[in-house]
């Protein structure tokens, strides 16, 4: 393993877990103070009322630790080769940064109309999908201007390459907007949205130093900037579930899991393999499709027999499981682990196998 990229990754990891608990423990009494409390949402379940006015927003923590873990990782960088230039090896990496930074900051601004309006409601769909759909628009041109994406998608398990022309860039938008959206429906019980992400970040981990994709750094052949998302993935997770694992004592809010959508979508174009994310994050898809299948079965019944019916007791799906008995800590376990199943399956079809 080369020395260098391995040890941006683990300087990157432990800046990023060290830098997030430390800024939580004292932002939580912050948030406290300002009166930044989670509003809970009727029609969930009942006993989640009890969580209401937990600290919400804690997300600034990991984005914040991110940020400074980068600039950590920067001056060694420089310390080590004499030039600040040096870092900008890693600029596919910035670029995924600065988007999921954006992204997280669209969360900000979500999670500060809740908490004015002292309701669960923040910006409308079409307000956040628009701002969504534009910073997403804004990646792809800037990986595209860098030379870091081309038009040519990869099929993920067959090794096909479809050249696709401006339709790349409409697939990619989808993408990165859907699982963005898609990690912001996982944060609903305590430290789901945080396991599930370490164990992708892991898993794009793996992909970076011992499977090849097509942006080598001249650091030995591995992917340097794809070990700096998801060191920066598990570092923000793993730091984050400190406070948040069960009984959470701050939520993320829109402006974590926002950033953390982000993050692993960007990984998994860092990687040169987009859609690898619906496979690695089929949690995440899976949680998505629960919302889309109880809506349109609702719609379809109340035409078809007069009265709405539902598929699930209540979606996403780990309400679901919710109502039917699970505890937290039970959910947050069996979750994150098919996570790491399919992550493993999926390493196996497409980088091993393949």
Same mark, same amino acid.
């Given at each position: ?57 804690? &997300? %600034? #923590? ?6 400074? @873990? ?6 060694? /960088?420089? =310390?080590? +080769? ?108 305590? &430290? %789901? #949205? ?6 992708? @970040? ?6 970076? /130093?011992? =499977?090849? +994709? ?141």
């Amino acid at each position: 393993m080369n020395f260098q990229v391995s040890h941006a990754f683990l300087i990157m990891l432990a800046a990023v877990f060290l830098f997030t608990v430390v800024i939580s423990r004292f932002l939580i009494p912050k948030l406290k103070s300002l009166k930044m409390g989670q509003k809970i949402l009727d029609i969930g379940p009942r006993w989640h009322k009890s969580k209401e006015g937990t600290p919400t927003m804690g &997300g %600034l #923590a990991f984005i914040a630790a991110s940020l400074l @873990g980068t600039v950590v990782l920067w001056i060694v /960088f420089w =310390a080590v +080769t004499g030039s600040p230039l040096g870092f900008l090896r890693a600029a596919e990496f910035l670029i995924t940064l600065l988007f999921a930074v954006v992204s997280g900051l669209i969360g900000v601004i979500d999670d500060s109309v809740k908490i004015r309006k002292k309701q669960n409601g923040g910006l409308t769909a079409a307000q956040k999908f628009l701002l969504q759909v534009g910073s997403a628009v804004l990646y792809v041109f800037a990986m595209h201007k860098c030379g870091f994406i081309d038009t040519t998608l990869r099929i993920p398990f067959f090794g096909w390459e479809w050249e696709l022309g401006i339709f790349y860039y409409v697939i990619a938008v989808i993408l990165l907007t859907g699982v963005v959206n898609s990690v912001n429906l996982t944060d609903g019980i305590d &430290g %789901l #949205a945080a396991t599930e992400t370490f164990v992708v @970040g892991a898993f794009f981990s793996v992909v970076a /130093f011992f =499977a090849e +994709t097509s942006f080598f750094t001249a650091l030995g052949g591995y992917n340097l900037s794809l070990a700096l998302g998801a060191a920066a993935a598990i570092g923000a997770s793993l730091g984050f579930l400190v406070y948040n694992f069960y009984p959470a004592r701050v939520f993320m809010g829109d402006t974590g899991s926002l950033f953390l959508g982000a993050l692993v979508v960007g990984c998994a174009f860092m990687a040169d393999n987009p859609l690898i994310i619906l496979f690695a994050g089929l949690m995440y898809i899976i949680e998505t499709a629960s919302v889309m299948l109880q809506t349109t079965y609702f719609k379809f019944t109340r035409i078809r027999f007069g009265e709405g019916r539902r598929i699930f007791k209540m979606s996403p799906i780990h309400h679901h499981f919710e109502m039917c008995g699970w505890n937290e800590i039970k959910i947050v376990s069996v979750f994150g682990t098919a996570a790491l199943i399919f992550c493993a399956v999926t390493y196996l079809l497409d980088y091993i196998l393949l």
